[in-house]
């Protein structure tokens, strides 16, 4: 493409910064925690993060639900099972490992890789 010298918007719906799931309204907390990263190796595996994370396999078209701040936490239990892994909210950056479609995700107190995530 070029390299980011020009955007077009590729979807407005769902807030894929809402805290709530499904995602709704038009608030978030992009203030304090706005993550984006894209893959090295694929232009269209986006991924996004605020209160939880969402990926998109067609450059940000359409959105699918990657972690979930109150998702399933087996040091905390309660959550919501079923709707996606646990990662604490507050997701302030992305990393992909170079070369690869994996994900990293530095946080606060600990960074998660996309095979503890998902497995």
Do not use: K
Request: no cysteine; net charge negative; charged share 10%.
């Amino acid at each position: 493409m070029d390299s980011g010298a020009t955007f077009a918007t590729q979807s407005t719906s769902p807030n894929i910064l809402s805290g709530d799931y499904p995602p709704a309204g038009n608030s978030g907390q992009a203030a304090h925690d706005l993550a984006i990263a894209v893959s090295p190796v694929n232009i269209n595996l986006v991924t996004v993060g605020g209160v939880s994370s969402f990926r998109s396999t067609d450059g940000g078209v359409n959105w699918s639900i990657f972690t979930y701040w109150y998702g399933t936490d087996p040091m905390n239990p309660g959550g919501t099972p079923g709707i996606a892994p646990y990662v604490h909210a507050d997701i302030q950056s992305f990393e992909y490992l170079p070369g690869s479609s994996t994900t990293l995700l530095p946080h606060v107190m600990v960074v998660f890789r996309e095979q503890q995530i998902m497995d």
